[in-house]
């Protein structure tokens, strides 16, 4: 799945209306197996998960700012 599809997903899961997308602030943090974070980088939101490092079992973290 690409970054883009799974962060329109978090966004239904979090009920955020489409006019204040503009308006909040995401990251995509991935936990590694050193347990490190890593951030997901949005801009390059074309690439797949899996080009991150993600896979079954992986942690994800979300960081959901509207105070912008």
Known sequence: MPVRTFR????KCLRTPQQKLAQVSVEL???MQDDTL???NLEQDEY????WG???GSDVYVYFDTRI
Request: without cysteine; glycine residues 6%; neutral net charge.
């Open 38 to 40: 890593a951030m997901i």
């Open 48 to 51: 797949d998960l899996g080009w």
């Open 29 to 31: 943090w991935l936990k």
């Open 8 to 11: 329109f997903k978090v966004f």
């Open 54 to 56: 993600l896979e079954n």
